[in-house]
């Protein structure tokens, strides 16, 4: 099910500029030359951001420009992943891709075999790629490793900062001889910016507790829409959620996530929604699978 939000940001007013030139344009072709064809008044599809929640950290974003972006799928063995992806893995769509905040099993989920499917980079915190392709889990061609305010243009149009994130990494492969699983160091993790063609910025916070530069990435990069985590125990919960959006971010909307899906993360949509009382912040939950279009 497609669930529209309005918003008013200003690529919208863009685009609306730029379809109200294009009418007039093809008004102007149409009274000077009238046989002129119909493909030159055919209707222009305004630019929209389609985002589904896959549950926990992860989402699917297709982009204006119609790439596919994924981040952090936990999918095969997330409980509230879509039915469909967990039988199917492909299913998700070509991958143009690929963003790994960091190495635990809830965010890095099914994140090396999708790069495999799709034979498409796996962007991350440079020092979970390094082990993930020496360990033999990612082919090194698929990797590529950045660190926190480093940016990277993977794709025309789209530019991915990665951004602190107060927060652990912990790799856990299976040995190659006894299959017993092992604990590897996986670096820091981080947080992305992700700046779509339109200029429309998504900041996706990762797992993080609170930390004063928050006000900083805020002021600094100025996202549209937040997707924060409000589960607790791992991250910050409701209260320190709320308190980060009101007091330092202040961003147009906000997204809840990393929440419902393990009951170590006991933190609600309602204690979120209570503690976000009196703020102006448009508050936009999800349910697992559901897909928005903004």
């Known amino acids: 099910m497609k669930i529209a939000h309005r918003f008013k940001h200003s690529f919208a007013a863009v685009a609306m500029t730029s379809m ?11 009274t000077a030359a009238p046989a002129a064809p119909a493909a030159a008044t055919a209707p222009v599809a305004k630019p929209k951001l389609e985002m589904q929640w896959l549950g926990q950290a992860g989402f699917r974003i297709m982009t204006p420009g119609g790439k596919l972006i994924v981040v ?11 039915a469909n992806y967990k039988a199917d893995l492909a299913s998700v769509g070509k991958i143009d891709l690929l963003l790994v905040s960091h190495a635990h099993q809830d965010h890095l989920g099914d994140a090396t075999e999708l790069a495999k499917i799709n034979q498409t980079k796996l962007y991350g915190p440079a020092d979970m790629v390094t082990p993930l392709t020496l360990l033999g889990a990612l082919p090194p061609e698929l990797g590529h490793r950045f660190n926190k305010t480093g940016a990277v243009k993977p794709l025309p149009g789209i530019k991915v900062t990665a951004v602190q994130a107060e927060h ?4 856990v492969l299976p040995n190659a ?11 820091e993790a981080i947080g992305f910016i992700i700046e779509l063609e339109n200029g429309y910025k998504i900041w996706h916070m990762g797992d ?5 530069d928050m006000k900083f990435i805020a002021e600094h990069y100025k996202p549209d829409l937040v997707l924060i985590p409000i589960g607790g125990n791992f991250t910050m919960g409701p209260e320190d959620a709320a308190y980060a959006l009101k007091t330092w971010i202040k961003p147009k909307a906000v997204v809840p996530m990393h929440y419902n899906s393990n009951p170590m993360t006991p933190g609600t949509l309602a204690e979120f929604n209570a503690a976000m009382k009196g703020s102006n912040i448009k508050i936009i939950p999800m349910t697992e699978g559901q897909t928005l279009v903004f």
């Open 20 to 30: 109200a030139a294009l009418c007039v344009n093809n008004t102007q072709a149409q």
């Open 72 to 82: 952090d799928p936990w999918i095969t063995g997330g409980p509230k992943a879509p």
């Open 168 to 171: 652990s990494s912990l790799l």
């Open 177 to 187: 001889t006894t299959n017993k699983p092992e604990s590897h160091a996986a670096g």
């Open 208 to 212: 993080t507790g609170l930390f004063g």
